[in-house]
């Protein structure tokens, strides 16, 4: 890879995003205050800008405050419109915080008290307006409190009766209003709670199935929240999209199953960030590069913009990687050699039928001493994630 | 709870089944050589017919040798047969070995090489003519070998699409033969491969949505494959109860992240078991209690046996102690303070409209400052488990 | 075990200690605000004495701001005192908050920044004096964000020199000034830090040999904390006991490796909380119980006692069952036959040599036929738990 | 960094080590059977030579079967002996297998079973005599049976005893024949026990600490057992150099905690791997750079030696790395940014009093106001490791 400095500086056309609470995170977290002044949305965006952003989402109280009336709402978003229409950064993604107010001690959409979810119903279907008005397309679900720490404290199906009905009840808004959003759902095992409802990818997946509005949702997933439950995010986020599912995604780094870390991207699983990259840029994903993680507390405000620039820069610097993967000869002999193409081939032949299957003759022992080539392959894209070839 | 001994002696309304490679296990682990003497099926049905159980589940190749011809097999099967026949165990769950021999490396039905694949769809009919043939109702499919240690070795999408392709030719052959049998995907998310394709009840859930014949497809969930990823076992098997879907289950012991331990149930994170019994027993499950556990290496045949009896001890005792959690005044009074009775009322009145849920009135302030009652509850949950209420 | 309610109320005899931010803890998470409002510590005290306790710990800022003058802090320790006085409660442990003030960003004794380092080494040169003044036999460091997010942040082997000199300091102050106090290092693998110094209990029984005042230095194991790491807290324990290191500890509850939980003590690893108890009650220590824990979020200042009595009843029905396990005679009979009481006996034989010892005949092949009866023993120590035997 | 594809050929100076179970292993696990024939070890020899190594190690039944005699053992040897002479190959260390034969079922030096326990004793002397035959300069001893599944099972503190009296009788032994031989003791938190002894870097060295000969006993830290553990690496064995005790490592590749995958070196954790080696090489650790790793089952013989050149190849990429890291002047203002060097500065100046300590004046809230810096340093780091600077 023969890349300049320049290679990897982002623009527009990369269409990365980021949330306003990411580098606006003034480090509060179980065993300390708050560590840095807080951001203006607009001075956010515009610093985005000049780091070759494309976008930003936010939480509604990211930008006003919980319980703010419809004026005390403008007026909070009127600078952040006038530097959005400064810069022309754009709003692709707009979600609802259900989870900081103490209201929300048990979740939303599944509190167990009903009052509390049809506030939260009303706090999102606000939000809907929000949204649509300022031109998003994904709506984010993070249930972060829906969940439990005790087994007897949250009947589960229960729990997702009404999870649906929230779902359904939001995808018919947006239907009868007309607006041109999509739903995207953010799986999570645990942390703030126990143990969170819809844990990962695949159980948001399965519970998207059986809503009305099944079309208008997918999942948002997140390297991080994968990872914290051990799994593979490039796999997770390949399967979402094998459904037609992977709405949106939040790009980050997490060091296995512990506390949420919201590294930057890159800086956490780095073999696991050139496969994330690699499925992205090739798997038909073409939504925002959207980043939420949390510039570490013992940065400053200088540092929250490295950190900020750190993820794009190595998202542009594993997809050249994964470009000139993709395109040594070495490695696409190699991939012949492991037969990664024959997983393409169906298993059967066109009509073929069960008898002419049964029919072949196969000799498991042959078979069996064939190598497959994986190490060999791997090799190769670590020395490419290395940077030590070509 | 005042329980005798004998309240806790299993007896065939119990339902409980044995995977005939749990008592069997002979030891062999990456680190060590068999410790104990084979067992003959016959043996194994025997044994667990006089501590109780009422069925057996087996792999082709646990009565069988790979590869073996037409006689060869009947030959083998002849003595499981009259063991079964003379005590009358049934055998409510077939299942197919596509991960021991070397042949299936990189897997069976999603290896990359196609007449692997077709081989191991051969090898599942055959085994699948022989489930009919034996009355079992639940075919389970563990693809232990299906997924990579590596990024480039597998294209996710490609293989979803094999794995799909083998179910959906597998379920039209269940179809057409009329065979009374009903699939059942067994995910876990590593071990022995570094990470497994459908590695969580969702990721499963999700893909049977997409199958041709996926009213004939369920999970089969594992106690540790589900704790192996951090994930709550009670909550996910309420997902697949909520999706119709739990066909069969596994019921075992593990301690959190770690190589797949396969302790005796209860052995493990005992709370997880309480709750995991209460659901299965009050949540409309009604298959076999199945064990898939490994008598740990320390073990002889004797300690093999204590193993399996205290399975299915601790399950009755877990079961007594659902049903006096549930019956107890105290806990429902609990379980009111909590509200979770609450959640089972739809969020919405019926017939209600957006508009006239927007007009609520609702005082945040007043809902935040209500406690859930949840640690008075769970301290109900505990004492039961500990048996020292009632 | 015939045990009635009243067996389970705890007396001073019990020696129970809480942490008064424990029973005070707001609620703040990285997710969301304050959900209860702020406890006086006298309040604390009152309550926790009804409760049964015999003692609390607290860091200074848990009683005084931060940067509180002398006045202020005596102030605001009066009427602490005074409930202190007036209910008889002690203060065996107290500790110095050295993480949430922003100074302490990159840690204290380990900070980059010699400047903070020296101010963390006055802050808590003067809550000893206050340790000392208040009676307190132990005094915990915790050092939470002693530690990096990132490779080449913190070079190790420095920190530990910086570690070490912090702790030769203290312990010759200590001496110096014939405080009756020792010190007890609270080690944790990550989380507030990405990676911290002295992560287990090894880690810091390693670290304490290499001290001036070894024998000052001891350490504070948290439940919670090794089951971060996987570790089994019992075995930590009681090779902690082994080393005479065992001068304190934390319990708590945790659901393995994920985000620090805090939950109340037997909320969480049943069976490792009966093994836990069962060292500390028959392994010679001799320190408060002192628990740790953080009331959830889901909780009111109601739940908060709830809470924190079901602390100190799941250990007392957890001492009560330990009495009962050791002292059935079918788990004698077990351990014998699981040669527990072998291991007590040396190897060697007393004076025998190398040679008399090479000079034996055995038969591999016969013990290795010998099963462990692990199965069985282990199946009485569940049932006690469960409160099914006796 | 300006490379060329000769800069990553291994030579003998490097001196990388293998295991020869490494390349040996034939794939057994718990789910399948052997996958690869036999490998000889002259073979493996001749082979490790070729691909530029400079030492083998091996467990006695590695080369000899469990049980040989005396002349079956030089038989077995002769062969290795002669492929040794040729190649000029050395066997830096040995180890014996202490695990592998169901007679250590329960473990070996802290098995309940006092004649298994003078059984495994014999074993080690007899591959002592063997190990200073050979002129090995450590003998690594890996506990991996010593541990338990269950709570009753094993009295941690009689098990300590009796594991500090293996140790010092073979120290002893060791040091009475003037052997020039070192221990170096390998932890590991689980598998194939539910927990093992002496699970961490941290728990083996504070163990050392009691031992008769604790001059001639260090640790053999391998990468994945403490990342099973979620504990950094890199930074246990700072803590073991810190100590004098880094004798020997294991290195390797592993995706957290999961069963023990035994990746290729930086086919996992590839920034753990980076700092692994920046620590291995600035640290003063002069011992062999050995692999412990085993080709994954997908492997034929060829995609053995592909792994094994692998893990030679990406310790010298990674070394080549951490030199250019360390020699970047940007890098070294980043650490001077991120005031690095000032923790090697002590923390009281040179015979500082207690009372000038507690004299000086300081403002923590300017000092909280300092960012460290660290993201931009760190992201030099990452930098470097993608191979995108210089």
């Known amino acids: 890879m023969n890349q300049r400095e320049s290679d990897f500086q982002p623009t527009r056309e990369d269409r990365f995003s980021f949330g306003l609470w990411t580098v606006g995170w003034q480090g509060v977290d179980v065993f300390g205050t708050a560590i840095r002044p807080p951001m203006e949305p607009a001075e956010a965006v515009r610093r985005l800008d000049d780091l070759g952003a494309y976008g930003i989402s936010f939480h509604d109280n990211d930008v006003f405050p919980f319980g703010a009336t419809a004026d005390s709402k403008q007026e909070h978003l009127a600078p952040l419109r006038k530097a959005l229409d400064e810069t022309g950064l754009v709003v692709p993604m707009i979600t609802t915080n259900l989870f900081s107010h103490p209201v929300f001690r048990d979740g939303a959409f599944t509190n167990n008290d009903r009052d509390v979810r049809r506030f939260a119903l009303r706090k999102t279907l606000d ?11 994904t709506f984010v679900a993070w249930g972060g409190r829906e969940g439990a720490e005790s087994g007897a404290a949250k009947d589960v199906r229960a729990a997702l009766d009404r999870y649906k009905e929230a779902f359904d009840l939001l995808g018919q808004y947006v239907v009868e209003q007309g607006y041109g959003l999509r739903f995207a759902i953010e799986p999570k095992p645990n942390e703030p709670r126990g143990d969170i409802l819809l844990p990962t990818i695949g159980h948001a997946l399965a519970f998207i199935n059986g ?7 997918g999942v948002n997933p997140e390297v991080g929240h994968e990872e914290m439950a051990s799994l593979n995010y490039a796999h997770g986020i390949a399967q979402a999209l094998w459904h037609g599912k992977l709405f949106h995604l939040d790009l980050n780094g997490q060091s296995g199953p512990r506390y949420d870390q919201d590294l930057r991207f890159g ?7 050139f496969w994330t990259v690699d499925i992205v840029e090739n798997g038909g994903y073409d939504g925002p590069r959207h980043f939420d993680f949390k510039p570490p507390r013992t940065e400053d405000v200088d540092g ?3 950190s900020a620039r750190g993820c794009m820069r190595n998202y542009l610097i594993l997809k050249a990687k994964s470009a000139a993967f993709r395109a040594d000869p070495e490695v696409q002999q190699a991939l012949r050699e492991a037969r990664v193409d024959q997983l393409a081939v169906p ?3 066109e009509g073929e039928s069960v008898e002419s299957l049964r029919a072949e003759r196969f000799d498991p022992e042959e ?14 894209a670590l020395e490419h994630l290395y940077g030590v070839r070509g």
Chains 1, 2, 3, 4 share one sequence.
């Open 127 to 137: 939000n809907l307006d929000l949204a649509a008005e300022l031109g998003a397309r």
């Open 211 to 217: 809503l009305e509005h099944a079309d208008l949702v």
């Open 267 to 273: 800086a956490g699983n780095a073999r696991g960030a």
């Open 304 to 306: 929250v913009w490295e």
């Open 347 to 349: 298993t059967l032949g």
């Open 367 to 380: 078979a069996a001493a064939r190598g497959m080539g994986f190490e060999k392959l791997d090799q190769l």
